[in-house]
């Protein structure tokens, strides 16, 4: 920082170009793009859909407005926009609001260069403080946003038209920068219009006085679609000054599902012991939530987020670790047998359309069952391993449960016929051989080759 101008007349003396916001977000861009850098890294899944849209909003200098279910990235993709703004830029020191010391547009701003002309102190500003962002609910207010009449200044002797008198809100206080309003139908429609100068004409109005303020600022929102008819709407006159209206989406294969699950999982402290997570495990947390997203008895308007995803896989660790401690064991690997305990995670992410009293269980058994098998059939050809059920034809009966220690099931395979090989498939160690088993043999069950009796978390298996 030493070697930045530390004054207006330092900086003018270094040919510095202020820009606008839209410009040098496009620069930028334009930049990263020519590069081949990814633009907004940790996202996963929109390289092809909503990235391309995003990417010709911003080269099209339009202001921008996300619309998508709850856990489609909306937040993540407005704060990665940070990352497209320049590392630093200078701003008048002293002034009320980030300012170009070349072209102030504040009373204060134009009052610091006035007096000190081309000896104006200037500090530099780092993109990260450039960018704001405020939640939306029906309590706020034009103040909030905008500003409002500071009554101390006015005790002070100044008039109210005086534009000495404003204490700036939360948009002119991020001047030169981005500013994003979260769930934006929850604005209350006279606060949306008193919106509108600032997206079309970027001045501002203020208890009835017209402040001339060209604000610098990219103005981005998100919007949840069941929003317009549960809690409110975006008035027409506002979404029209939008440039683009994006929707975003869920992850649309299992594996960038998995992705965001392994990305945005707690990683947990396991003591010294040793996680070993199969693939197929992955696969069917996330095959559950595809399903629900599928299921005509959850609420699909209200979506269901991929935090689900990660909410369930991390139940799913902790209650194989929780295993791993009670047994002794040293390795923690989920199975089959663990999912039952994810399902306080699962409801807490989905709304039920059925309101009978038990229908949920009901609802959540019918989606666990469904990833299962889902994922079973990907993993095997049922005709490949059907000579395993034929083992207990003769009235041969295992036992399994949540609680049974890796020797139970070594125990299982030395029993069964023909199930050590598709278990050998199956596994990279041996203690991954417990979720083996129970795959193969669920498996089995679904495509109705074995019979189930469960009873609490214990399950036994017969012809």
């Known amino acids: 920082m030493k ?42 899944g929109f ?28 937040s993540r993709l407005v704060r990665g926009l940070v990352t497209l703004l320049d ?23 134009k009052r610091i260069v006035t007096e000190d002309g081309e000896d104006a102190a200037i500090t530099w500003l780092h993109r990260d403080e450039r960018f704001g962002e405020k939640l939306a609910t029906p309590d706020i207010t034009i103040a909030d946003l905008i500003g409002e009449v500071d009554p101390i200044k006015v005790a002070e002797g100044r008039y109210l038209a005086d534009a000495m008198t404003i204490h700036f ?38 208890r009835g006085f017209r402040v001339r303020l060209p604000l610098d600022v990219f103005l981005v929102a998100t919007a949840n679609p069941e929003d317009y008819t549960n809690r409110g709407r975006i008035i027409t006159p506002l979404k029209d000054r939008y440039g683009a209206q994006v929707r975003t989406h869920y992850p649309q294969e299992i594996e960038q599902e998995i992705s965001i699950m392994d990305q945005e999982s707690t990683k947990l402290d396991l003591d010294g012991h040793n996680l070993h997570v199969p693939v197929y495990m992955k696969e069917i947390i996330a095959e559950i939530t595809h399903q629900a997203r599928l299921s005509p008895d959850i609420n699909q ?26 047994l002794g064991e040293k390795d923690v690997v989920p199975r089959l047998s663990d999912l039952p305990f994810i399902v306080p995670s699962l409801h807490g992410k989905v709304e039920f359309e059925a309101m009978e009293e038990g229908q949920e269980d009901k609802i959540t058994e019918r989606i666990l069952v469904a990833a299962v ?28 449960g949540e609680s049974a220690t890796t020797r139970d099931y070594a125990a299982i395979v030395k ?21 083996a088993v129970e795959f193969v043999l669920e498996g089995l069950h679904l495509h109705e080759l074995l019979n189930k009796y469960t009873v609490g978390h214990n399950a036994s298996f017969s012809g």
């Open 47 to 74: 390289d092809d859909s909503v990235v391309p849209q995003i990417t010709n909003a911003l080269l099209g200098g339009q202001d921008l407005i996300l619309l998508g279910e709850r856990g489609q990235a909306k």
């Open 301 to 326: 308007r209200s979506g269901v987020s991929v935090r689900a995803s990660v909410a369930n896989y991390e139940a799913l660790l902790a209650n194989a670790f929780r295993r791993a401690l009670r």
């Open 169 to 206: 809100g939360l948009i002119p206080r991020v001047n030169r920068g981005i500013f994003a309003i979260n769930e934006l139908p929850d604005l209350t429609e006279r606060i949306q219009v008193g919106m509108l100068n600032v997206l079309e004409e970027r001045d501002v109005q203020i």
């Open 415 to 435: 029993r069964v016929a023909g199930l050590k090989d598709a278990v050998k498939n199956m596994t990279k160690v041996k203690a991954e051989t417990p979720a």
């Open 87 to 109: 590392e630093f830029i200078p701003v008048l020191e002293g002034a009320e609001i980030p300012e170009n010391p070349f072209d102030p547009i504040t009373e204060t701003g």
């Open 373 to 400: 098998k889902k994922v079973f059939d990907r993993c095997f050809d049922v005709d490949d391993i059907e000579s395993i059920a034929l083992a207990f034809n003769d009235g041969l009966t295992v036992e399994i």
């Open 3 to 44: 070697d930045r101008a530390s004054t207006v007349g330092e900086l003018r003396a270094s040919g510095y170009e202020t820009l606008p916001v839209k410009t040098e977000l496009r620069r930028n861009l334009i930049k990263k793009l020519k590069l081949g850098e990814p633009l907004f890294p940790g996202v996963i």
